[in-house]
């Protein structure tokens, strides 16, 4: 009987009130991380999410990282690929083939699949194309992107490719 009641004690303590409280705390402190880093756009349409990358394919926007999982968040991950792999060397090849700016970071797949973020080098590289896409002056296009970078944590300066993207749609519509 003290098991029983230990059990369904414990039960409702740790599998009731613990992940309520921790979520009504999250909810209450740190609501945009609690939900996911949202991005909602001006309509109040969910756009993305500033933690996980998308597949732009346009010229008049900047291309993500390439991913081993085609950006799907459900099972989301890396190639695995090692580097003396016969399999990363070409996949390297069809992409410098296919057009994409010769950046390590574009040449290679995402680590989990669903970086959002580029290095600044591989986002810069891009500038001519976005530009003579969208007809901007390239010099005005790279202070845009050098004004979204970001501190990187122990390496380069990153930008997050989504919110850059939604950057220059807001100027368009501007």
Same mark, same amino acid.
């Given at each position: 009987?003290?098991?029983?009641?230990?059990?369904?004690?414990?039960?409702?303590?740790?599998?009731?009130?613990?992940?309520?409280?921790?979520?009504?705390?999250?909810?209450?402190?740190?609501?945009?991380?609690?939900?996911g880093?949202?991005?909602?756009?001006?309509?109040?349409?969910?756009?993305?999410?500033?933690?996980?990358?998308?597949?732009?394919?346009?010229?008049?926007?900047?291309?993500?990282?390439?991913?081993?999982?085609?950006?799907?968040?459900?099972?989301?991950?890396?190639?695995?690929?090692?580097?003396? @792999?016969?399999?990363r060397?070409?996949?390297?090849?069809?992409?410098?083939?296919?057009?994409?700016?010769? @950046?390590?970071?574009?040449?290679?797949r995402?680590?989990?699949?669903?970086?959002?973020?580029?290095?600044?080098?591989?986002?810069?590289?891009?500038?001519?194309?976005?530009?003579?896409?969208?007809?901007?002056?390239?010099?005005?296009?790279?202070?845009?992107?050098?004004?979204r970078?970001?501190?990187?944590?122990?390496?380069?300066?990153?930008?997050?490719?989504?919110?850059?993207n939604?950057?220059?749609?807001?100027?368009?519509?501007?």
């Amino acid at each position: 009987m003290i098991a029983i009641r230990t059990l369904l004690t414990l039960t409702l303590l740790l599998g009731v009130a613990y992940p309520l409280t921790v979520t009504l705390v999250s909810q209450i402190i740190f609501p945009w991380q609690a939900n996911g880093s949202q991005i909602i756009s001006k309509e109040n349409k969910l756009v993305g999410s500033a933690l996980l990358a998308q597949s732009f394919s346009k010229e008049g926007y900047f291309h993500s990282r390439p991913s081993a999982s085609a950006y799907a968040s459900v099972g989301g991950g890396g190639s695995n690929l090692g580097m003396s @792999s016969p399999l990363r060397a070409e996949f390297a090849h069809q992409q410098a083939a296919a057009g994409q700016d010769n @950046s390590p970071a574009m040449l290679t797949r995402s680590g989990s699949g669903l970086d959002p973020q580029l290095p600044l080098d591989a986002v810069l590289a891009q500038v001519a194309r976005v530009a003579q896409a969208r007809q901007l002056d390239p010099e005005q296009l790279t202070d845009l992107v050098k004004s979204r970078a970001q501190a990187g944590i122990l390496g380069p300066q990153i930008v997050n490719i989504l919110e850059l993207n939604l950057v220059l749609d807001k100027e368009k519509d501007a």
